[in-house]
């Protein structure tokens, strides 16, 4: 199994572009979540997923728009990328029926 | 929302046991308490979680609080490799709010 894995690894944009990150898992997960990391703080969380067609508002979701179209691949949609979402982007799935969150390895963004 | 509070940094010596605290006053009866840590450059790793009883797995041991305002993670041998910030969080529903978290330095 990968387990989690995210696309790209790193990306630099300009103000105003659109890109979409991809995560994906292979291990069956129910849900799904994406958070970002700012330098020297906790993670926090933007959208979620708690199942394929299903989607919801985590914290702080202003700014990025998700789809789960397939159970496996949740993605995090920015549409006018903003200095202000330079970041790190981890998504994470778990089971419907355990506590434990899976990570992925993280998506380092940088808007210019 | 309940919120968790840990000292941003601690120090241990290798092969000392590590007891790392967290606050929680403000806990649910349905919140679970769960230990994330995070290697520099890594996404966050499971750790442990209870929810009232004291827990035990391969990795460390979580004692909680009799009235759950408080736990702590003990790490029973610290290690180089467990040097990374450790973060106690509550989970209530799809909501994992993490703080700052712990950072653990462990001394040859």
């Known amino acids: 199994n990968a387990g989690v894995t995210q696309t790209p690894k790193f990306r630099v944009l300009k103000t105003g572009q659109s890109m979409t990150l991809l995560c994906a898992q292979d291990m069956n997960h129910e849900y799904m979540y994406w958070y970002r990391q700012d330098p020297g703080m906790g993670l926090r969380l933007i959208h979620y997923?708690?199942?394929?067609?299903?989607?919801a508002k985590g914290e702080v979701p202003d700014g990025y728009n998700v789809s789960r179209l397939k159970k496996q691949n949740f993605l995090l949609g920015l549409e006018s990328a903003a200095p202000s979402q330079t970041s790190v982007y981890f998504c994470a799935s778990r089971p419907s029926r355990q506590e434990t969150q899976y990570f992925g390895p993280g998506t380092r963004l940088l808007v210019l | 929302d309940a919120k968790t509070t840990q000292p941003n940094s601690m120090e241990s010596n290798e092969e000392e046991p590590v007891h790392l605290p967290c606050n929680h006053s403000?806990?649910?009866?349905?919140?679970?308490i769960h230990w994330y840590r995070q290697l520099p450059s890594q996404g966050p790793e499971y750790v442990i979680h209870g929810l009232t009883s004291n827990v035990n797995n391969r990795m460390a041991s979580l004692a909680i609080a009799e009235d759950r305002k408080s736990s702590t993670l003990i790490l029973h041998r610290a290690t180089l490799r467990d040097a990374a910030v450790y973060y106690c969080i509550l989970r209530a529903a799809n909501d994992m709010r993490f703080g700052a978290g712990t950072r653990l330095t462990v001394k040859p």
């Open positions: 997923s708690v199942g394929e067609g299903t989607t």
């Open positions: 403000t806990i649910s009866g349905t919140d679970y």
